[in-house]
């Protein structure tokens, strides 16, 4: 699908929760719903938004269909590097199993059963969030030191691999060194997860130029099939586990504007949220603003 067929198939309303499916519900997490189809995993991207690890009572109408199509955008254009959890032909495989609900299908993938690692694997390229809260008390960013003088938002002199503990729905991921990283999951695979994970940033970094955006930071999840291979899972590249700058409102000793949810942090903190839950409600502004912000990264990227 083309950007203007995927905008006119987004929702009026926020996909908030998915009711009628008769296949097992394995989990639900912050944006996603986990089914069993016995053989395979459907997951389905909701229109669910999280900040600082609290779900919003809101959601952003058609995000988890702009998260889901970016996905498989990047899946396809990352298949040289590693392979990934994507059964072949998704049109088929939703077919086959009855699934013919246009908005479920835009907003689902079908995909192997595999072994999670237990270590969420982060890319920083740029100094910005919590990695420039470090810097500026202790001159790291997890365990890495960096030159003094570095400003805010600036390009670091190489990617850094950041890793973090997986935490469950509601908890807080913390940042681990590579020490606790191997010990996590076997220093080989350490090693391994650490290469491909800069590999993957740096074919997004370079991809996302050419579409006038900076990929600054990103994050990426992995399993192993039973044959110990290494496979790339979950979501990759979305505005959802990446930050993503316009290329011509970038600048240093700032947070630069963003097409991620960073727009609704924003918000949150002008209002003086305790980020504890219940959260706030958005007013609808931020929820068509957020909504443009998404659509407009794809737009970018897919053209």
């Known amino acids: 699908m083309n950007t203007a067929e995927i905008a006119a198939a987004l929702p009026a309303h926020a996909v908030t929760s998915i009711e009628g499916l008769s296949f097992p519900l394995l989990a639900s997490g912050?944006?996603?719903?986990?089914?069993?189809?016995?053989?395979?995993?459907?997951?389905?991207?909701?229109?669910?938004?999280?900040?600082?690890?609290?779900?919003?009572?809101?959601?952003?109408?058609?995000?988890?269909?702009?998260?889901?199509?970016?996905?498989?955008?990047?899946?396809?254009?990352?298949?040289?590097?590693?392979?990934?959890?994507?059964?072949?032909?998704q049109s088929g495989e939703f077919d086959r199993r009855g699934i013919t609900d246009s908005d479920l299908r835009l907003r689902s993938m079908i995909v192997r059963k595999l072994n999670p690692l237990t270590i969420e694997c982060v890319v920083r390229?740029?100094?910005?969030?919590?990695?420039?809260?470090?810097?500026?008390?202790?001159?790291?960013?997890?365990?890495?030191?960096?030159p003094v003088g570095l400003a805010q938002a600036a390009k670091l002199p190489e990617?850094?691999?950041?890793?973090?503990?997986?935490?469950?729905?509601?908890?807080?991921?913390?940042?681990?060194?590579?020490?606790q990283g191997a010990a996590a999951v076997g220093a080989a695979?350490?090693?391994?997860?650490?290469?491909?994970?800069?590999?993957?940033?740096?074919?997004?970094?370079?991809?996302?130029?050419?579409?006038?955006?900076?990929?600054?930071d990103t994050k990426f999840e992995f399993g192993t099939d039973d044959s110990g291979n290494l496979i790339?899972?979950?979501?990759?590249?979305?505005?959802?586990?990446?930050?993503?700058?316009?290329?011509?409102?970038?600048?240093?000793?700032?947070?630069?504007?963003?097409?991620?949810?960073q727009f609704v942090r924003d918000h949150l903190t002008a209002i003086a949220w305790n980020k504890q839950p219940p959260a706030p409600t958005l007013p609808a502004d931020i929820i068509s603003r957020t909504q443009a912000k998404y659509l407009a990264a794809l737009r970018n990227l897919i053209g």
């Open 30 to 89: 912050k944006v996603r719903e986990i089914y069993d189809l016995g053989d395979a995993l459907l997951l389905i991207a909701t229109d669910r938004l999280s900040a600082y690890d609290v779900i919003l009572p809101d959601g952003i109408p058609g995000k988890g269909i702009l998260l889901n199509q970016l996905s498989l955008w990047w899946f396809e254009r990352t298949t040289d590097l590693i392979d990934n959890h994507l059964l072949p032909d």
């Open 125 to 146: 390229g740029y100094l910005v969030g919590s990695g420039w809260a470090s810097y500026q008390e202790s001159g790291q960013v997890c365990g890495h030191h960096l």
């Open 159 to 179: 990617p850094l691999f950041t890793p973090t503990t997986k935490a469950a729905v509601g908890d807080h991921d913390e940042p681990i060194n590579d020490a």
């Open 189 to 216: 695979r350490y090693d391994q997860v650490k290469a491909i994970s800069l590999a993957i940033y740096q074919r997004g970094h370079d991809l996302t130029t050419k579409a006038g955006m900076i990929l600054a």
């Open 232 to 261: 790339l899972i979950d979501e990759v590249l979305t505005p959802d586990s990446s930050r993503y700058w316009p290329a011509d409102e970038y600048r240093t000793d700032c947070s630069p504007p963003s097409y991620d949810k």
